[in-house]
């Protein structure tokens, strides 16, 4: 069964700005003004200097698929008794689009299954590793691994961190999570067009800023709000390192000649 996933949104962001073959002439700083141009050359986003909050850049990553381990052996072994092993992923949606607001049913399976009159610990772990693999709905697999451990792996890295409850006496182990990062499906959630998203990835920043807005609180003048703005810079063409470079120049203070930050930008 194919699964859908919801990204977490990185908050209210006002604008994206995709540039597939980026270069060092689609930032410009000049008179105390940002500018990042889109792929057609035209300014999409225009920051004075002194509006900057604060910024984040992170490289593409594909991200790895959560992994936990289900350590059985501190369990209490009991004939004709009912265990039970809750499997819960942030990020699954439903056929109806319902994910971590609704309480998808895809989001949390919950398996129980009963150990015969000559329980073991081993015969614990095989009928959850089997419970698992008979459920169509599961967005993971389950193995069995030595040390009467059950191992749960996500199908993919989009699923966000596992969350798991097990029986009690049991022990998680849960293997380093890195989510996904400026992924096609992340760019085309804030609604950038199949026809520009590229497979291939996209090195990330995350620009937060204060903004002039016109409000119906305060007559006549404009409102000072936070807003943040994301730049997608395609991981693997030619100009992208040289773009970020010069970005992060201009976010972080770095950029010579200083006179550029100074000056009365007329936006």
């Given amino acids: ?26 930032a410009v700083m000049s008179a105390g003004t940002i500018t990042i141009k889109d792929e057609a050359g035209a300014d999409s986003l225009v920051i004075r200097a002194c509006d ?9 990553t594909a991200g790895t698929a959560h992994s936990v381990d289900v350590d059985l052996t501190g369990i209490t072994v009991v004939n004709n008794r009912v265990y039970s092993l ?19 049913i895809y989001q949390t399976r919950t398996y129980n299954i009963s150990s015969d009159i000559t329980a073991t610990v081993a015969e614990i772990q095989a009928s959850f590793v089997a419970a698992i693999a008979a459920d169509p709905g599961a967005y993971f697999t389950a193995s069995a691994q030595a040390g009467d451990i059950v191992r749960i ?11 798991i409850t097990a029986p009690a ?43 002039f807005t016109r409000s119906n609180a305060i007559s006549g003048l404009q409102a000072v709000l936070p807003a943040i703005s994301l730049v997608y810079l395609k991981q693997d063409d030619a100009g992208t390192g040289t773009a970020v470079t010069v970005i992060t120049k ?18």
């Fill in 1 to 26: 069964m194919a699964f859908n996933y919801q990204f977490p949104r990185i908050g209210s962001v006002d604008t994206v700005t995709v540039l597939n073959t980026p270069g060092a002439g689609d």
């Fill in 52 to 60: 900057l909050i604060a910024f984040d850049q992170t490289d593409f």
């Fill in 86 to 104: 809750t499997v819960t992923a942030p990020n699954v949606i439903n056929f109806f689009g319902g994910g971590r607001e609704t309480g998808a």
């Fill in 153 to 163: 792996t996500a199908l993919s890295a989009d699923a966000g961190a596992l969350e």
């Fill in 169 to 211: 006496g049991a022990t998680l182990l849960s293997a380093p999570f890195a989510a996904p990062v400026g992924t096609e499906a992340e760019v085309l959630a804030y609604g950038i067009s199949a026809a520009v998203a590229d497979a291939a990835g996209y090195d990330r920043f995350i620009i937060k800023h204060r903004k």
């Fill in 250 to 267: 201009f976010l972080n203070g770095s950029h010579t000649p200083v006179a550029d930050f100074l000056g009365c930008p007329a936006l």
